[in-house]
């Protein structure tokens, strides 16, 4: 029978010709994909080599806890992404702002790792974070301080679990994160009736973009440093 037959190709390890072109068909999608985003990708991982003069806010600048925090990184791969990544195109990464007001001021943001290939949601302090930038922004959001403090603790809680960087940018799913996506996810966890949508398409997938995040109704920019 039919059955028998396919059980007999199962048990002598070949797979059905239908199946074995599913596969590749699945193989192929995915490997486009990922060269799709390949420019994207680096966009996020900043050029740890080069060496620019490292941004600062002005002096009193206040910092809180939830505030989200823009770059322009130093490679020439980030004014690629910028690009994309919102209507003004000053910016190609994002993160949130963690331990304001003390020495332990920190960034919370996931990028791609370029020397191992992998990457995920990483804590890293506010110094570094600027030392791959040539240009940044504060950005704060206009919610309740229970809506902020949930916000936050989401976003610690997706660094604790380690998870990795989203590289097929899947912004159904939070199983994995690029660093737009980590940012709408944590706030959506926190209220999910804020108006959050992934608003541009790459590569015939939904995206966030920045300007879904910085455009969300009363942000408003704090500091430049640039």
């Not at 304001?100 to 920190?106: E, V």
């Not at 206009?142 to 936050?152: A, R």
């Amino acid at each position: 029978s039919t059955t028998n037959g396919l059980s007999m190709k199962r048990s002598g390890n070949k797979l059905p010709f239908g199946f074995t072109v599913l596969r590749l068909n699945a193989f192929v999608t995915r490997c486009i994909l990922s060269l799709s985003f390949l420019l994207c990708l680096s966009a996020c991982s900043q050029g740890r080599k080069e060496r620019f003069f490292v941004p600062a806010f002005p002096e009193g600048t206040e910092l809180r806890d939830g505030d989200l925090i823009c770059r322009l990184g130093t490679s020439w791969y980030s004014g690629l992404f910028r690009k994309k990544a919102s209507s003004a195109q000053e910016y190609s990464h994002i993160g949130i702002v963690l331990y304001a007001g003390t020495d332990s001021c920190s960034v919370v943001h996931t990028e791609e790792d370029p020397s191992s290939g992998h990457g995920g949601v990483a804590l890293e302090s506010l110094s570094s974070f600027l030392a791959h930038s040539r240009r940044a922004g504060i950005y704060r959001l206009h919610l309740p301080d229970s809506v902020l403090s949930h916000f936050v603790r989401a976003a610690l809680d997706y660094r604790e679990r380690q998870v990795p960087f989203d590289f097929a940018f899947d912004s159904a799913s939070d199983a994995e994160l690029y660093c737009t996506e980590l940012v709408a996810a944590a706030l959506l966890r926190a209220d999910s009736s804020l108006p959050i949508r992934p608003s541009i398409s790459v590569a015939g997938r939904r995206v966030y973009s920045l300007d879904d995040l910085l455009l969300l109704p009363g942000t408003k920019c704090m500091a430049l440093a640039n």
